[in-house]
């Protein structure tokens, strides 16, 4: 964590940030965290310094703690279980004994406190609990102060020291201090906030500062208390940044919502609220308090503090009158002297620039300033109480008018609104400062995003955190950004680069962490400037030095991405000069500083270790150059040469020169002027690859060459050895001799892991290749990337030549790997395998996939290779590109629809974890799609039916109109255009209606606008006026379809009228008077008869009336002139007071209009006096006899047809008038009718209405309706199993399950029987939906209704339930299943096998003897039908009380024979059942049936009244008790 003190460090010595170091953000890594321990994390975490560690509250209330000391690193964690609510770690800041164990604080679920103690040592990370505090100690320490309440909330406010500040109930501080030992917990201070009585209630958030506690209340108001005594400090009213924002901004402010939190700066200066909108306000508490001076509750009033003058001055001295001035309200000039004005002068223009410190702060009359658990609770005035308040007023005057100078900083009030596009889910703020404000809000989809909000600018700097991200709450004054990322802990720093802060960290900190943290975010070296070096030596700091040197080499090789090669390749040399002469004051300072120390001999260490980092930085250097470079130019040379001079001027100071020993000997040969090599006789008997590859081993390069030269042989150069070396690699590879080839490349120079990965991912061996991954996956030399390169490939292999075996001639491979540059050359080969077909035997040949080629194909490239060889069930794990690309090439139709079918379902979260496919988008249909046109249009069309368009389409409304053409046009029945808006945000009938008024297409739009029913209420577009104006006939159509919609408002025929002159005149705005004018006297008079008022009002012209309508007399004379009956009905000629005018009515108008000839029409109407007298003197209708036997078509409704109407009694009615009347069958017509009644109700079992109706029906011809209501219930279960669980639309299901009834009417069995097995799929289906168990008296009762259909159509009774019994082993259920509908027990005992062998010889014991039970209607005629002889005979052996009431039937005397067998049985109970059996006493009394079935139960009470033949008086109580009823049906009994 030393990283993370020296980051706090340079961050804090960057001061504040300006401007334009806003838009520079620093995310940096300052602890690892594993990923297992990230993922136990909550949502928030809060960090303790000084033993570092984290805390966080997880989703269940467990608190996760993980330590981040420097011996566990995140290893060391622990879990406390919980559950808790709320968690604090010891402030130890002010702590005079610091400890390394750090304590927590944390409220359990039912209000109890505890306190761990955590042991960090050695990366563990152990809980201990030191202290516990139930709720009802708690409550007693509250009762124990004399405050009655209820323990309802509790928060912690602080923990320091052992003690701890608690807000209770929301208006109770209780301070503690818990024992270190056994001793009890006591109370400091306890008290209740004096809140007002309706905001106790409504607090929402608090916080401690500085012994200050600031509570915020939902009602808008900010109340300040003193934590030490209660003291009611100030409130703030929220409600007046709307109207300082509005004085200000000269316009309505922004709408805040209720405000959600509060959070205070350390210095009190800045309170920073949030709102529920998600935006935020911040507040100057200081300009807040001198605007609302009266908001301030507990200022100290000056004039009130005793005036005194100092000991031993006269009170008439200046000195004491001066003193005493100090503490009065105003300022006043003892002195009024000249000399002393101009003093006072001078000091005000010195002093004219007016610091923000200069004005006291609001809370300058708070004695305690610091927190009560600090131990500082001194009650010195301070040095502001002391300054006079005229001063302080004009202070603030000539602040006030410098802030309104500058824009933002004098507000009160600055509001920050997050974007509308980027709503948070939910923004807090972490910390306040004087200056800025640090927020976190976290966005749907995108995570957490860390803003920082400059208060002064107004301009806000986001950083985006990503979804895996954890914000980490931190202590302190400092405004620190902790987040947890998916690497650990980070810090995020703001108006910094990456330079600036290593560069800060340097100076400040050390070159260690500097280091430390370059290693762990993975950053470059930097460029360090020359006085950290220069620091870094005066300081005796090699590693600040070594930091340095490594930063610079950063000049010749800036990336480490590229080559060396390609660096200086495209490296000028002029730069790589200039670099070198900008290294010479380092290097100058390095060589004095070793000359200096060398000659100290209590430095000679320092010197040498200094020497040693310069010479190896200085050979490097060279060495790069050499290496890399074949020529040297002017600039090169001039560079080598200063570093070559350094070099020779630090090699003095050097102690020794390590010389290198060789075996070769200097003896010559006079002929060949070779020097002879030790080995050569060795060599002379061993090949040439022999010889090279012990010269390699054996590190004797230059005596092979030797060797080599004497033989004249090529391998004398060293390319050429170099390319044996390599060779013979190859070979140990093929070998599989890695040791031997690893060797051989390090001797050779080579990077063994480079060389090795190379020779993996270019060779077409593939045992080599297989080889050498094996190898370096276990050494873990691969990428993430590289790793999935070979997955592929081997899969790749694997699917098309997975049955080929193994081609094992060594001949075929090459003995090289292909090189970089020869990609191309393999394109045939690529193509060639991936075009291979399994069935051509004359292409066998063995393709293999180099490594790199696969390397270079993206994720695209690679699923295209895979899907033609995979299964459709493995579809979903490609990617939808890819394998959208891939089905539409092949125009694969039959699953392009199951996947456009699967696309329309893909909404919720649950279809999403059952798709077969993967998520399809319309842009992977518009960018993807391959197939010819012919296929798009379909595929487009497809999804156009179900609503999904291209954005294109979209964006071009004629090719989207033509695409809804090719799906059935616009006008249908559902138009797939319900999310369609344009981009001026207008639907879909706008844009059609605005497309048909621009190409005048008036036919289409009426039939459009009728289709669809629009009008001006539901489609505000067609009330646009700029359309009317432009397109006259759009009006027209518009207010001729208001008139249809509303005929009895003469208003809008009005208006329909105005709109159809507008037409005609064009020029003018439609009236009646421009009617006249035009000589459409004829249409004017029309349009006034539905005007308001009528012509009357019209022709009084009365004033103040519509210009529109409006109209002179004089000009309707005149354009009456051609029409004088309507002139003189209208404006009638003056006669006699005594003479009245005579009536014009419209029958005389209308008398010459061919179509309406009043003399033989309206007849009926009074007012007619020119009809004549064979008109109709009625008004005519379609119910007029003579209209109905001239026209009428008649047809006769039988019963059939009010029972497809659900109207049973007028069936019955009919059908006893027109047909069971004149029937001399009446019964064969009544089964008849009966039949076709049947039949009717299965066609339309769906129809509850005529089900109940056919029911009715056959109930009032007196015949059963168990049949039709059993078979109607039975094809609603099936259709509902069917519909659940296939894919077909609903009709088709239904119509196909009405066919098998129709069938089931007719008596088939095969239908019957293919019903039966519906019915029990669709029963275990519906307990299955129900949730029912599924062997239950529930279930069983269920499985009733199949019992009962078997027997309804003479069926075998259904055995499925029975079945699952035995296979579960529940006999219990088995028999009581088979008792209750008696099964016949060969049924039963067939079925026993299924049981377990145990429940097997059970079940055969007890069914040994069981009697044949009737199992239907004929088995029960048959026992009914036994002759007395035949049961006579069996008598003596039955013994049971069921066989006894069976033969009781058919007894003569039942009541006295079971009363002799009552003696016989010694059964009292058969007594009591005798005299029940009595017919004059069944049917008077009542009581027995119910009796009967307490006493013995319904089953087997409605068994014995079957065989009994009781029907009669079993049905009159039926219908007399209706508890019996219930009781039978709640045992599942069905009648």
Known sequence: ?????????????????????????????????????????????????????????????????????????????????????????????????????????????????????????????????????????????????????????????????????????????????????????????????????????????????????????????????????????????????????????????????????????????????????????????????????????????????????????????????????????FSFQIDRSWKAQLSSLNETIKNSKLEVSCCAPWFQDILHLESPESGNHSTSVQSWAFIPQDIMHGQYNVLQKDHAKTSDPGRSWKIMHISEQEEPIEL???????FTAL?????????????????????????????????????????????????????????????????????????????????????????????????????????????????????????????????????????????????????????????????????????????????????????????????????????????????????????KFPWKLTDAIDEYDVHENVPKVKESNIWKKLSFEEVIASAILNNKIPEAQTFFRIDSHSAQKLEELIGIGLNLVFDNLKKNNIKEASELLKNMGFDVKGQLLKICFYTTNKNIRDFLVEILKEKNYFSEKEKRTIDFVHQVEKLYLGHFQENMQIQSFPRYWIKEQDFFKHKSVLDSFLKYDCKDEFNKQDHRIVLNWALWWDQLTQESILLPRISPEEYKSYSPEALWRYLTARHDWLNIILWIGEFQTQHSYASLQQNKWPLLTVDVINQNTSCNNYMRNEILDKLARNGVFLASELEDFECFLLRLSRIGGVIQDTLPVQNYKTKEGWDFHSQFILYCLEHSLQHLLYVYLDCYKLSPENCPFLEKKELHEAHPWFEFLVQCRQVASNLTDPKLIFQASLANAQILIPTNQASVSSMLLEGHTLLALATTMYSPGGVSQVVQNEENENCLKKVDPQLLKMALTPYPKLKTALFPQCTPPSVLPSDITIYHLIQSLSPFDPSRLFGWQSANTLAIGDAWSHLPHFSSPD????????????????????????????????????????????????????VIGLSSFHIPSIGAACVCFLELLGLDSLKLRVDMKVANIILSYKCRNE????????????????????????????????????????????????????????????????????????????????????????????????????????????????????????????????????????????????????????????????????????????????????????????????????????????FLVSVFGSSLLWRTMLQLKQWDTFRTQQRTIPGTLRIFQSSGEHY
């Open 439 to 655: 927020f976190t809000w976290e966005v749907e989809r995108m995570g957490y995003t860390i803003t920082l909000w400059d208060l002064e600018t107004q301009g806000m700097q986001c950083f985006s955190l990503g979804t895996k991200c954890i914000p980490v709450d931190s202590s302190g004054d400092q405004q620190l950004c902790f987040v947890l990322t998916e690497n650990g802990l980070s810090l995020i720093l703001f108006g910094l680069t990456q330079e600036e802060f290593l560069n800060r960290l340097m100076i400040h900190g050390s070159a260690s962490t500097v280091d430390t943290l370059c290693h762990l975010n993975g950053w470059g070296r930097c460029s360090i400037p020359i006085h950290a070096l220069e620091a870094g030596i005066e300081n005796r700091q090699l590693d600040t030095v070594n930091f340095f040197l490594k930063s610079k080499e950063n000049l010749f090789n800036p990336s480490s991405k590229s080559s060396v090669s390609d660096q200086f390749d495209h490296l000028s040399s002029h730069l790589y000069l200039r670099n070198v002469e900008e290294l010479i004051p380092a290097l100058d300072l390095l060589c004095s500083a070793i000359r200096e120390s060398y000659s100290e001999p209590q430095s000679k260490h320092f010197s040498e270790q200094l020497l040693n980092l310069t010479l190896s930085f200085l050979n490097n250097q060279i060495k790069e150059l050499f290496i890399h470079t074949e020529e040297l130019d002017e600039h090169l040379q001039k560079g080598v040469n200063i570093l070559t001079s350094y070099i020779n001027e630090l090699r003095t100071f050097m102690i």
């Open 1 to 329: 964590m030393a990283a993370e003190e020296g980051v706090a460090s340079a961050a804090s010595a960057g001061g504040s940030w300006g401007t334009a170091a806003m838009g520079r953000v620093l995310p940096m890594l300052l602890v690892p965290v594993p990923a297992e321990a990230m993922g136990q994390l909550g949502s928030r975490a809060q960090l303790r310094t000084q033993p570092e560690a984290l805390g966080s509250l997880t989703a269940a209330g467990s608190l996760q703690v993980l330590s981040l000391t420097p011996g566990s690193r995140g290893g060391g964690r622990c879990c406390l279980e919980g559950p808790f609510w709320h968690f604090l770690w010891e402030d130890s800041r002010n702590s005079s004994t610091p400890t390394e164990k750090p304590k927590l604080l944390a409220l359990g679920e039912n209000y109890e406190l505890l306190i761990y103690e955590f042991n960090l040592k050695d990366g563990r990370c152990d809980a201990t609990i030191l202290y516990s505090c139930s709720r009802e100690a708690l409550q007693k320490l509250i009762d124990d102060q004399d405050i009655s309440i209820s323990l309802l909330s509790l928060r912690i406010l602080s923990f320091h020291n052992n003690t701890s500040l608690l807000f209770i109930n929301k208006c109770v501080i209780l301070h503690i201090i818990f024992p270190e030992r056994d001793a009890a917990i006591r109370v400091l201070n306890c008290f209740t906030l004096p809140l007002p009585a309706q905001a106790v209630d409504m607090i929402i958030d608090t916080q401690l500062c500085r012994g200050i506690l600031f509570v915020l209340s939902s009602l808008g108001w900010i109340y300040i208390f003193d934590v030490v005594d209660g003291t009611y400090v100030a409130h703030v009213d929220l409600a007046l940044h709307k109207e300082d924002m509005c004085n200000e901004q000269q316009q309505e402010p922004a709408k805040i919502s209720s405000f959600t939190s509060l959070k205070v700066s350390q210095d009190l200066d800045v309170a920073v609220i949030v709102s529920s909108s998600n935006s935020a306000v911040a507040l100057n508490l200081n300009l807040y308090f001198r605007q609302h001076p009266g908001h301030l509750l507990c200022e100290r009033i000056l004039e009130d503090l005793p005036i005194q003058g100092p000991k031993g001055v006269d009170e008439d001295d200046p000195v004491n009158s001066a003193y005493n001035m100090k503490l009065a309200k």
């Open 428 to 434: 807090k703020c972490v910390s306040v400062t004087g």
């Open 1187 to 1238: 209209l109905v036997n001239k026209y009428a078509i008649v047809e006769r409704l039988n019963f059939a047809y009010y029972l497809h109407n659900g109207r049973p009694s007028f069936a019955f009615g009919t059908f006893l008038v027109q047909e069971l009347i004149k029937s001399k069958t009446p019964k064969q017509l009544i089964q008849q009718v009966g039949n076709e009644a049947y």
């Open 1287 to 1490: 894919d077909a639309q609903y009709s088709f299901i239904r119509e196909s399950v009405a066919e098998k009834l129709s069938k089931l009417a007719d008596g088939e069995k095969t239908t019957t029987e293919e019903l039966l097995v519906l019915l029990e799929e669709g029963t275990w289906n519906s307990i299955q939906q129900q949730e029912i168990k599924r062997l239950s008296s529930e279930s069983s009762s269920q499985w009733a209704l199949v019992v009962q259909f078997c027997r309804l159509h003479n069926m075998k009774l259904s055995i499925s339930y029975l079945r699952e019994c035995a296979k579960a082993n529940d006999w219990l259920q088995f028999i009581i299943h088979s008792q209750l509908h008696n099964y016949h027990p060969a049924e039963v005992k067939s079925l026993i096998q299924y049981f377990s062998p145990v429940i097997q010889d059970h079940l055969r014991l007890a069914f040994e003897n069981l009697p044949s039970v009737p199992t239907s209607k004929m088995d029960s005629d048959q026992v009914c039908n036994k002759c007395p002889q035949e049961l006579q005979g069996s008598k003596q052996e039955m013994t049971d009380l069921f066989e006894i009431l069976l033969q009781c039937s058919e007894e003569p005397d039942s009541w006295h024979w079971l009363l002799v067998e009552a003696v016989k049985q010694q059964a009292p109970i058969l007594s009591v059942l005798a005299s029940c059996l009595q017919v004059r006493i069944m049917r008077s009394l009542k009581v027995p049936v119910p």
